[in-house]
């Protein structure tokens, strides 16, 4: 990558902080991302209301549900899974109203499928604070035959759709929750660059 | 700038301080088609000097047959207004700039709340055309001093039905910012339009309660205060010009004859 230069649809994470002024705060977390959570209760317990919503983290991710029902002091839900929060999501946003601040933390795949799912209840990308936590494994969407292959760690991975060895670019789809990838060996076929693992 | 040739075709006291100019194209043309909340740029030269005011269109966007703008008369006018309202008649010919939006609609709002204040309605006319027309979910909040200066009231009040709440400042009515900015749906937007303390109060109940700054659009394009005169020196002529108190510094370059020599932009005369 050039330095200087940056992919604009690039997403940039930061570290969760409360905002100061919401009237009622949201925090959806998932695996890894438990660690953000008790994190921003590190930084205070805030006076408005607040939900936690937790999904236990997969077989191999490190799991913070004990701990963050011993910090966590109102309004902690423990999900089985990702799209139990998902689901959660809908039944809770509906009664919500502005005011609201939305905070998520987690994997680059659970980050944009909160997203997707608060944005039917007119809550932007721009509104949310995303924290990046665990992985910085990558889902790719293949640009010939559209499918998305997930948890992806190299810089050329095999499509699971079509099987053609893509280059993962840094160009970023929120909708999709994927980067763009693109046939890598296309001009000259089975000629592949050295596959290193930089997302790891 | 590409500008397009209009000529007024009536003018209507709307209130005391209130007149509605309507412009049709002086060729007899269409006007190009625009998004509520857009101005356009009218030139009037007064007296020798060119002014160049903003003015929201205030028909309905699908309407391109007339392009209709609201001028509330200033007190502390720099000209432009006094202008409109005194020596304006039907007939004469101006000079307006294509439609430009700086106070569009939210698309992706699954509500809107528009707050105006006095003349700050003239944005919202054209978009709560826009609004009746997509099915929006909307509601109007409409303050002004005293009923005769609630301009376009009865006629709002006929168009948005109950989405349509006024308050009238004689009458004792207030709007209360905090109980309507405090308990409203995920997915709102907030649009002000109207004096410089409204707006302040306004974007500053809303931050409070902590709407991201995303969802809060205002507007407040009342023409800057009379400033104090100075003097300035431009580095490269070395001519020195007295910038009076009613003028910009770049009209006063211009009227020194400076812009001429460089008339090709605006901009390049900072250049100078």
Redesign the interface.
């Known amino acids: 990558m050039e330095r200087g230069y940056w992919i604009r649809s690039k997403p940039v994470y930061t570290s969760l902080v409360w905002?100061e002024?919401?009237?009622?705060h949201l925090v959806v977390a998932q695996g890894e991302g438990g660690m953000a959570v008790l994190k921003i209760f590190q930084q205070m317990h805030p006076k408005q209301p607040i939900t936690v919503l937790y999904a236990h983290a997969s077989a191999s991710d490190v799991d913070y549900a004990n701990t963050l029902k011993k910090v966590v002091p109102e309004g902690l839900q423990i999900l089985a899974s990702e799209q139990e929060v998902l689901d959660e999501l809908k039944t809770i946003?509906?009664t919500?109203?502005?005011?609201?601040?939305v905070y998520v933390a987690g994997s680059e795949g659970f980050i944009w499928a909160v997203s997707e799912a608060v944005k039917v209840?007119?809550?932007?990308d721009?509104?949310m604070m995303k924290e990046l936590t665990g992985t910085l494994a990558r889902s790719i969407y293949c640009v010939h035959c559209k499918a998305i292959t997930h948890n992806i760690t190299t810089n050329i991975a095999k499509c699971a759709g079509c099987e053609r060895m893509l280059f993962v670019r840094d160009h970023f789809s929120r909708r999709l929750g994927a980067y763009m990838g693109l046939m890598v060996d296309a001009e000259s076929p089975g000629e592949l660059p050295e596959i290193e693992e930089i997302y790891p | 700038m590409s500008t397009i040739n209009v000529k007024i075709a009536a003018i209507k006291q709307v209130t005391p301080l209130i007149k509605h100019f309507t412009f049709v194209k002086e060729d007899g043309s269409e006007f190009p088609a625009f998004s509520g909340g857009s101005h356009v740029v009218v030139s009037l030269n007064i007296g020798g000097r060119v002014h160049r005011n903003p003015y929201s269109l205030m028909g309905s966007p699908t309407d391109t047959s007339a392009y209709h703008i609201s001028v509330r008369k200033q007190e502390q006018s720099r000209g432009g207004s006094v202008f409109m309202h005194d020596y304006v008649a039907v007939g004469m010919s101006f000079k307006i700039t294509y439609p430009v939006n700086l106070f569009s609609l939210a698309k992706k709002g699954h509500k809107h709340i528009l707050i105006a204040g006095g003349i700050g309605i003239t944005p919202f006319m054209s978009q709560i055309a826009d609004l009746k027309r997509t099915g929006a979910d909307f509601e109007l909040h409409y303050a002004f001093r005293s009923p005769e200066h609630g301009a376009f009231a009865a006629q709002l009040a006929k168009v948005c039905g109950d989405k349509f709440h006024c308050y009238i400042d004689s009458e004792g009515d207030r709007l209360d910012l905090q109980a309507l900015l405090g308990n409203q749906p995920l997915g709102t937007h907030m649009y002000v339009c109207g004096p410089g303390s409204m707006v302040v109060a306004v974007l500053e109940t809303a931050r409070n309660l902590g709407w991201p700054e995303s969802h809060i659009h205002s507007e407040q394009f009342l023409a800057p205060p009379i400033g104090e005169p100075f003097k300035i020196q431009l580095e490269k002529s070395k001519i020195e010009i007295q910038v009076p108190a009613e003028m910009s510094m770049l009209e006063a370059i211009e009227a020194a004859g400076v812009g001429s020599r460089f008339s090709m932009s605006r901009r390049c005369m900072w250049a100078l």
């Not at chain 1, 209840?121 to 932007?124: A, I, K, Q, R, T």
């Open positions: 905002h002024k919401a009237t009622s946003l509906p919500m109203r502005m005011g609201l601040r209840f007119g809550v932007e721009a509104d």
